[in-house]
C-alpha cells in the first residue's frame, strides 16, 4: 500500500509534467528565436543537475532493474533514503523535458526502496529483507501499469527467476494492494483502450509467429543500440556528470517536429490506434525511436527501458500488419491486432520474460481475446531470440554495472544488515562444513532442472568451504538433510553459510 501511494504521486506528477511539456513546446513554436535560445541555454544546467545526482547516488541511474537483482544476489546495496526521492526527482526531470525514458522502471525501484524502507522504519527482521523488496517491486509495476499479474510474474520471472510459495503470496498481497491503491486514484480501466479490437482468427497464426521471428531480430537491434550508446557517452571526450545535455538538447528538435517520439511513448501508441501511417512512415518512426530512447538512457540518467521498448513494439507490430495488409494477406481494421502483438513480442525479445511480456500486454489492453495470440507471438520472440545467443537487457546491464568502480560495485558482505535469504544460484554448502565464527547468512538456493545438483547426493557435491545444508524443501515437504540424500529439480535448499560466502560468484555450484 505503501508503493501504492507513492507511485500515484508519481504518475500523476508525470502527468502533469507531459502537459506542461505540451504547453511548453506549444508556446515555443510560437515564441521569438531568443526565448527558444534561452530554453537551450536552460538545459544544460538541468542536464549538469541529471548527471550530478547519478554521480552522486550511482544506484538511481537508469531504469533501476539491475541494481534490484544485484540487490537481491547480495552484490549491490540499496540505500532508500535518500536515494527514494532522489530517484523520483531525477526521473520527472528527465521525463518532463522530453528525454525518451519510461516511468516503469523507476516505479519498480521506488517499489523495492519503500519495501526497504518498511524493513528500517518499522524494524523489521533482516531475513524478510529480499521478500519486502521482491514484494515493493512487484507493487511498483502492479501500481505504475494497473497490471497487479504482471507485477508479480515480473518479481518472480526477472528478478528471482524461480517460485516459492512464500515469495508468490507476499509479491501478489503487495501487488494487490499497489492495484487499489491505484485504481483508486485512476479508475479500474486499462492503461490502453484496445477492449473494442478483436481477435485474430487461427489463420493468421502463420502471421503471429513470423512477426514473433521478426521482433526477436528487432529487439536484438534495440538491445545493440542501447549497448553502442553506452560505449559512445564512455568515448566521448566528456564528463560524465555532462552527459544528460547532449540528450537534453537533442530533445529539442524531436519535440519541433516529432513530438508524440518524447517521453516513454505512451501518447505514441494511442497515437497509433487510432492514425493511419503507411509501413515507410511507421518503420522510419521505429528507428527514430530507438535512436533517440537509446542516446537518452545511454548518458546514464533516471528513467527507464519498459516503455520505450512498448512503443517500439508498437510500431513494429503496425509495421508488420500493414505490410500484410498492403501484400492482400491480411483483411483491412486488423493492423491493431499485430500492433498489440508487436508490444509483447518486443518485450519479450528485449527482457526474455515471455509470460511477464504476455500478461502484461493482456492487463494493459484490457481484452482476453489476445491471449492465445500473445502467447504464440512471445513463444516465436523467445525462441528466436535464444537462437540469437541475445541476453536480457537487465541481465547485460547488471554484467556492466558490476564491473564498475566502487562506488556502484560489489557489496562487503555484511554491509546489508544481518542474515537474509538470497535467491540465486549462490554458493551454498553442504551437510559437513559447519561455518565458523562470525555472521552467518540463511539462503535460499533453487535446484533447477538440468543442475548439476540435480540427481546427486549432498555427499558427492564439492562444496564451498564454510557452508551448510540445513534443510530441503521438497514440495509442501520439509527434509532434513543427510548426507545420503538425493537432490532433485524443484528442491528449495537452506543453507547457512558465513556472510563473506553470499558475495562469491554464482556459478560455484
Known amino acids: 500500500m505503501v508503493t501504492g501511494l507513492i507511485i500515484v504521486l508519481f504518475r500523476l506528477l508525470l502527468q502533469r509534467a507531459d502537459l506542461a511539456r505540451a504547453a511548453w513546446y506549444g508556446f515555443l513554436r510560437l515564441a521569438p528565436w531568443p526565448v527558444l535560445a534561452l530554453w537551450l541555454v536552460a538545459l544544460v544546467p538541468i542536464g549538469l543537475f541529471l548527471g550530478w545526482t547519478v554521480q552522486r547516488w550511482p544506484m538511481i541511474a537508469g531504469s533501476g532493474i539491475p541494481q534490484i537483482r544485484g540487490a537481491l544476489l547480495r552484490r549491490l546495496v540499496l540505500t532508500w533514503w535518500p536515494e527514494l526521492p532522489m530517484k523520483i526527482l531525477a526521473s520527472l526531470v528527465g521525463l518532463g523535458c522530453g528525454l525518451s525514458l519510461g516511468r516503469e522502471g523507476p516505479s519498480i525501484q521506488i517499489g523495492a526502496y519503500a519495501g526497504k524502507g518498511v524493513l528500517s522504519v518499522l524494524g523489521r527482521p533482516v531475513v524478510e529483507r529480499k521478500i519486502l523488496i521482491s514484494a515493493g517491486a512487484a507493487a511498483g509495476l502492479s501500481a505504475a ?12 520471472e526477472e528478478l528471482h527467476k524461480y517460485f516459492s510459495g512464500r515469495l508468490i503470496a507476499c509479491a501478489m498481497g503487495a501487488s494487490l494492494a499497489a492495484y487499489m491503491v491505484a485504481s483508486r486514484f485512476f479508475g479500474l480501466e486499462s492503461v490502453f483502450n484496445f477492449s473494442a479490437i478483436g481477435a485474430l482468427g487461427l489463420e493468421y497464426l502463420p502471421a503471429v509467429v513470423g512477426l514473433g521471428a521478426v521482433a526477436a531480430l528487432a529487439g536484438l537491434v534495440f538491445k545493440q543500440a542501447y549497448y553502442k550508446a553506452q560505449a559512445l557517452y564512455t568515448a566521448l571526450p566528456l564528463p560524465a556528470v555532462a552527459r544528460p ?74 509495421f508488420w500488419g500493414v505490410s500484410l495488409a498492403a501484400l492482400g494477406w491480411l483483411e483491412p481494421g486488423l493492423e491493431l491486432n499485430f500492433m498489440i ?16 511480456g504476455a500478461i502484461l500486454i493482456l492487463e494493459m489492453s484490457g481484452n482476453l481475446s489476445h491471449f492465445s495470440g500473445l502467447v504464440a507471438c512471445c513463444l516465436a520472440a523467445f525462441v528466436g531470440s535464444d537462437l540469437l545467443r541475445s541476453s536480457s537487457i537487465y541481465e547485460v546491464f547488471l554484467e556492466r554495472l558490476l564491473r564498475k568502480p566502487p562506488a556502484a560495485a560489489a557489496v562487503t558482505p555484511g ?36 543442475s548439476r545438483l540435480a540427481h546427486r547426493c549432498i555427499r558427492a557435491i564439492d562444496w564451498p568451504a564454510e557452508c551448510l545444508v540445513v534443510g530441503i524443501e521438497r514440495g509442501e515437504t520439509e527434509l532434513l538433510p543427510r548426507g545420503g540424500t538425493e537432490l532433485e529439480p524443484g528442491d528449495r535448499l537452506l543453507v547457512l553459510a558465513a556472510a563473506e560466502q553470499a558475495v562469491l560468484p554464482h556459478n560455484k555450484i
Open 145 to 156: 501499469f494497473n497490471a497487479p499479474l504482471a507485477g508479480v510474474l515480473f518479481a518472480l
Open 245 to 318: 545535455i547532449l540528450p537534453l538538447l537533442l530533445s529539442v528538435p524531436v519535440a519541433f517536429w516529432l513530438f508524440d517520439l518524447t517521453g516513454g511513448g505512451h501518447q505514441l501508441i494511442e497515437r497509433l490506434s487510432t492514425a493511419d501511417f503507411s509501413g515507410g512512415v511507421l518503420l522510419g518512426l521505429l528507428a527514430l525511436k530507438i535512436a533517440f530512447s537509446a542516446l537518452s538512457y545511454g548518458s546514464g540518467t533516471a528513467g527507464g527501458v519498459f516503455l520505450p521498448l512498448l512503443a517500439g513494439g508498437a510500431l513494429l507490430g503496425k
Open 415 to 450: 554491509s546489508d544488515g544481518a542474515p537474509d535469504q538470497s535467491t540465486g544460484q549462490s554458493t551454498s554448502s553442504a551437510a559437513g562444513s559447519r561455518p565458523a565464527g562470525g555472521r552467518k547468512l540463511l539462503l535460499e538456493i533453487p535446484v533447477g532442472l538440468g
Open 341 to 356: 502483438l508487436g508490444m509483447a513480442a518486443f518485450f519479450t525479445a528485449v527482457v526474455k520474460a515471455p509470460i511477464t
